[in-house]
């Protein structure tokens, strides 16, 4: 199990445990869960890379304690 620190910017941090062999839809579901918000309405990502929903956190290389930036659509 990884946790996976998600910051919006906007006041709202949210902190999932999920496994390393999660896909990134599988994250949106569990951030939705914790936002009230549509997993299809969330968009992750790091610097400039937006991650796509069908790949992996391992493909991706995120660790544990990683912080991934959070955005609604």
Known sequence: MIEV?????????????????DSIGD???LI???TGT????IVL???????KDHVTL???EIH?????????Q
């Open 5 to 21: 620190v998600c910051n919006d910017r906007l006041g709202k941090k949210v902190r999932v445990k999920c496994n390393p062999d």
């Open 45 to 51: 990502k790091k610097w400039y890379t937006v991650f």
């Open 27 to 29: 994250l949106k579901k």
């Open 64 to 72: 544990d304690g990683m912080n991934l930036e959070l955005y609604y």
């Open 38 to 41: 549509r997993w299809h309405k």
């Open 32 to 34: 939705a869960a914790q």
């Open 58 to 60: 391992g493909d991706y």
